[in-house]
């Protein structure tokens, strides 16, 4: 029995006081159908109705607004819900394997759900019974995506559907249907017709998922890693296993059981995870005499592939600078005899803001490699992380400061007050001076 919140069966009711039809849509009722609570904030809420834009407009003129030429209005409600009512639409012709040529309103809402993506999409609610004309039930119970209708048809109208076939597996954790997965196959190639940014999205949709490793594992299977992370697609040819090396697995098969692993949760971090050595592919030798396989600097290969990458992602500055960085600066080395000075230069070289996600990127990596989560070592080097932020690190974090320079030294400002600093900053980096304002006076006027 699904029972909908007040303000959403409020919302509704205005429709049908109306004499309109209205029916709640999509993943939402996929979710209430699976017995997850319905969402009470963002914009998960769309609905269907027979309604024009212009109706729905009147229905609601202080709130309601519409931009777009699909016919969808928004209408934001009192409690930061945002709903999304879209007329009844037909199935048009779509010249470009992404937009339908022309928007059709549609008389039904049979009509309607017959054009939707996956059947677990195309299952409609009024509030007090449940309309599934394409089996969208049973499917959630068999865990089962599955287009509605001819899935080479449903795929060829938008090839961005591939991706969100595979998405909606990942997130949900449901298999592909052998129809569904066998057209995303013959048809994989037409997701090169998508936007660096939609393609973007529907990734990082599927590593932000509770299952991303089985994702990347079906964007593989159905051959559309190929066309979207080819970098990441070669390397499952790249083997590892070699005299005096810990791999177990292919470097492709490594880099996918390392993001299952991470206990990184934010997609970026995963994306780094999953990529931190894809530069082996570029850098793989072996030695045929030994059988000693090596990757030399394959991580500074893998920065310039990470730049590329970004770039074609359409990822944000932000973004591209976290992923290059995590990739650049995985091969951290961990040591016991590690000095401060070496610690502080692993820090900057990271940043601050990284070093947890870095840490976790170590995790995913050791684990994927067959190794244990943690090492001594390792832990060692994450107490001595902790302990080397306490003292001084960069130069404003000086107990003195340029001012104190000149007038300890009796000179003006200019280039040398820096150079002074920067000496004073790396004979304390040096452990040589202790960071208290006595010495380190003491130590300029020498």
């Known amino acids: 029995m699904i029972t909908l919140p007040a303000t959403i069966t409020s919302f509704m009711d205005q429709f049908r006081k109306n004499g309109f039809q209205i029916y709640a849509v999509g993943g939402v009722v996929r979710d209430l159908v699976m017995g997850k609570v319905p969402p009470t904030d963002g914009n998960d809420w ?4 027979n309604a024009t834009p212009q109706e729905i407009l009147n229905l609601f003129p202080q709130k309601a607004f519409y931009h777009n030429t699909y016919g969808t ?19 048009s012709a779509y010249d470009d394997s992404r937009h339908p040529s022309k928007i059709e309103w549609a008389a039904t809402l049979e009509e309607d759900l017959s054009r939707r993506d996956f059947t677990v999409n195309a299952i409609a609610f009024d509030g007090t019974k449940i309309i599934d004309l394409f089996d969208g039930q049973k499917d959630i119970e068999r865990k089962l995506i599955r287009t509605v ?10 090839a961005l559907r591939l991706m969100r076939a595979v998405r909606f597996s990942s997130q949900l954790g449901f298999l592909l249907e052998d129809q569904t997965r066998d057209a995303i196959r013959n048809n994989a190639a037409t997701i090169t017709k998508i936007s660096g940014e939609r393609i973007r999205d529907e990734l990082l949709k599927i590593l932000a998922s509770e299952h991303p490793a ?10 559309l890693l190929e066309f979207i992370l080819p970098e990441l697609d070669v390397c499952f040819t790249v083997p590892q296993k070699s005299p005096k090396r810990h791999h177990i697995y292919d470097v492709g098969t490594h880099l996918v059981m390392s993001l299952k692993h991470t206990p990184a949760t934010d ?69 016991e005899i590690q ?8 820090i900057r070289n990271v940043g601050h803001e990284y070093l947890q996600d870095m840490l976790d990127l170590r995790t995913g990596d050791r684990i994927g ?3 244990t989560p943690t090492s001594w070592r390792l832990d060692l080097f994450k107490k001595r992380i902790a302990e080397v932020q306490k003292e001084p690190f960069k130069v404003t974090d000086l107990k003195i400061n340029g001012q104190d320079v000149m007038n300890a030294l009796g000179i003006p400002p200019g280039p040398q007050i820096g150079k002074i600093l920067n000496d004073i900053f790396a004979k304390v980096e040096n452990g040589d001076l202790k960071n208290d304002r006595e010495s380190l006076l003491a130590a300029i006027r020498v």
């Open 339 to 346: 000095t401060d000075k070496a610690v502080r230069r692993f």
């Open 369 to 371: 490699g067959g190794a």
């Open 46 to 49: 769309d609905f269907t109705t």
């Open 267 to 335: 997609p970026i971090t995963r994306l780094a995870v999953l990529l931190h050595d894809v530069g082996k592919a570029k850098t793989f030798r072996k030695d045929e005499e030994t059988g000693l396989i090596t990757f030399y600097n394959h991580e500074v290969v893998g920065k310039h592939m990470m730049d590329k990458i970004a770039d074609r992602l359409k990822l944000s500055n932000k973004q591209k600078e976290k992923l290059v960085r995590l990739v650049e600066h995985h091969q951290f080395t961990v040591s």
């Open 149 to 158: 209708g001819d899935p080479n048809k449903r795929f060829g109208e938008d």
């Open 73 to 91: 209005v928004t209408v934001p409600s009192d409690n930061n819900l945002l709903f999304e009512v879209t007329p009844f639409r037909a199935e």
């Open 214 to 223: 089985e994702g990347i594992l079906f964007l593989r299977s159905t051959g």
